[in-house]
């Protein structure tokens, strides 16, 4: 039971830091009137960059129902960056304002799986292991 909690501890902090281990990096330098632009006008990597301005209040006041509307639609367009963000705050709840909904952050990590996303195959792979486990250790007790 002990490794239980330590791996769903270690889990949540994995999550916890999600907008900073996310590919922030391309954040450095935004134009935030200019993302806004593109992403008005469908461009899904400005919408996905404007959700993540958002999701942190990085150039723009944070806004995490903002952020959300803005990267369910650069997801819907196939981003797989938007779909992974989605996925880890789905999944792991931290966002206040966006319960906690593990199917439908897998579902997330899934779609950006299926479109070459690597972090989003590793994360949904840790997050299925840890799952696998803990059902394992249930059937000992």
């Excluded at 990597?45 to 369910?72: F, N, P």
Aim: charged residues 25%; glycine residues 6%.
């Amino acid at each position: 039971m002990k490794r239980i909690l330590l791996s769903i501890i270690a889990l949540l902090t994995f999550f916890s830091s999600v907008a900073y281990s996310f590919d922030f990096h391309r954040l450095d330098k935004v134009n935030i009137e200019e993302v806004t632009i593109k992403a008005q006008q469908g461009d899904a990597e400005a919408q996905c960059t404007l959700g993540s301005c958002l999701l942190e209040g990085h150039y723009i006041e944070k806004d995490v129902q903002k952020a959300m509307i803005w990267l369910h639609k650069s997801a819907e367009q196939e981003c797989s960056d938007a779909q992974t963000l989605l996925g880890m705050i789905y999944y792991s709840g931290v966002y206040k304002g966006v319960p906690q909904n593990k199917k439908k952050g897998k579902y997330w990590l899934r779609l950006a799986t299926n479109n070459g996303c690597k972090l989003a195959e590793s994360w949904l792979h840790c997050i299925e292991s840890l799952e696998e486990y803990k059902r394992a250790l249930r059937t000992y007790d």
